[in-house]
């Protein structure tokens, strides 16, 4: 029963791949080949290599080296600094970007673009790897340094490999995000394989050229995940109790305190400050800041409603992927879980027009309803909630599972009384996760949304990219004030996760 549920939810997910490739074979060969050969192909491409890499890295380092300081060493105000490093995490990339374009223009560059979305995902690594730190016995690194090693060689013998799994699963996250941006990098002026797929449609709507292009994004995104499965392994790392007592060895950072509080505050000032600076700046003197209180507080209700039930909804579907990869490992349950991730390297665009055709030929009454928005919330950010339950379902020992068994539960009952309530941290998380990252899409909710759904994001997007700053300031606000609670509750729930 549950492998059937699991090939579902995978035909589900790959139901947009399905559709670029039935498209794309539209196209003939050489037509195909022509069209990806000319040289604009090749600067879009090595375009979104490059910022695929510097982004990936850049936010994998921040991330991990922020969780090292917060978790490791002596730095004053830890919890502070903690709050400070996820707080990124509640600024959509969009927001972010129209915070800097709105400030600088010389942002728009390569540079510009790399640190903008690193200033916007590195939270998703940051997160992860506090919470394995956490996690991590405290032990395995007090007897690596009682044999002589230093703080950086514990670090990177036995601290980095232990958490590599979260830090790799951070970091998957980000090259997907960073392969499917749109509305940040369309505001920076950085042209990427999204940019031009969404400028294609706009042109040809539905045209086979636009879904090659999404077929490249997918091939870059099997590409990341098989080095993501090949770097993390076959290792089981579940354990029972809660390994030694005592808090873990900190670093003395003596004379590099100072330069390390300048670089958390400066990381602060660059993710936090910047954005949230310019939306007052252009609320309160922007000449198009005109607050409709009423159309406002609609968008609001509209996206706090369809948060929540993506959230939801991705993170119910994803239980029995999770628990097939980690339970029932083999090659078809990798294969299943592997699936989830293929359509979130698409534009939402892409997802969306794939829906939007399948539900006019198959079930036409679900067209424009609220049930096909939330199953592309669910394709589009499933990678997330899988993600963020693995991490926690790794760490629940199967040992617990065999004793409930041969007690009398049946499997049902072991899952309800035993499993669930252990990952339910992850399940949590999950659902503020998805639900973050609902909130702020754009593109699938305006072509599945039924007529007259307004949300923060689309109306911000709507009055920005019109160049109204001040009009948008208000919706901006707003989305940031919306995702503060689930940014906090993944801070806390990445503290928690080690108790």
Known sequence: ?????????????????????????????????????????????????????????????????????????????????????????AVPAFVNGYGWVSTTHAVQSFPGAVMVVTLSYYPLVYLPTVA????????????????????????????????????????????????????????????????????QYATVFNGPEATLLALVLVTFCLLLLGIELLLRGRRRRARVGSGASGHPLRIQLGRLKLPVLAALTGVALWALAVPLGALVRWLLRGTSATVDVGELSAATATTLGLALAGGVTATVIAVPVVWLAVRHRGL????????????????????????????????????????????????????????????????????????????????????????????????????????????TELTATLLLAPLGTNTLATQFWSDASAIAYGAAAPYGLALVVLSIPSTWLLGSLSLRSGT
């Open 1 to 89: 029963m549950l492998l059937l549920v699991g090939l579902a939810v995978a035909g589900l997910a790959l139901v947009p791949l399905g559709y670029v490739i039935a498209t794309t074979a539209e196209l003939g060969r050489q037509e195909a080949v022509d069209f990806l050969w000319r040289p604009r192909i090749g600067e879009l491409l090595w375009n979104t290599v490059r910022l695929l890499v510097a982004g990936v890295a850049a936010s994998t380092v921040l991330g991990v080296a922020g969780a090292w300081i917060v978790e490791r060493t002596d730095v004053p105000g830890r919890g502070w600094w903690h709050g400070v490093l996820c707080a990124p995490l």
């Open 132 to 199: 394995a730190l956490r996690r991590l016995d405290p032990g395995v690194e007090e007897v690596a340094t009682s044999l002589g090693r230093s703080g950086w060689g514990v670090f990177t013998r036995v601290t980095l490999p232990a958490v590599s799994p979260a830090v790799l699963g951070g970091a998957l996250l980000v090259g997907l995000h960073l392969l499917a941006e749109y509305g940040a990098l369309q505001l920076l002026n950085y042209p990427t394989l999204t940019t031009a797929i969404l400028q």
């Open 332 to 439: 078809l349950t990798t294969a299943i879980e592997r699936s989830v991730y293929t359509a979130s390297a698409m534009p939402g665009i892409v997802i969306a027009l794939a829906l939007v055709t399948v539900s006019i030929r198959v079930v036409p009454t679900l067209y424009q309803t609220v049930v096909v928005l939330l199953l592309g919330y669910a394709i589009l950010f499933l990678p997330r909630a899988v993600v963020s339950v693995r991490s926690t379902f790794e760490l629940v020992p199967p040992g617990l599972e065999d004793v409930a068994r041969n007690l009398g539960c049946t499997g049902p009952a072991v899952a309800r009384r035993v499993t669930l309530p252990l990952v339910l941290p992850g399940l949590t998380a999950a659902t503020a996760l998805v639900g973050l990252a609902v909130a």
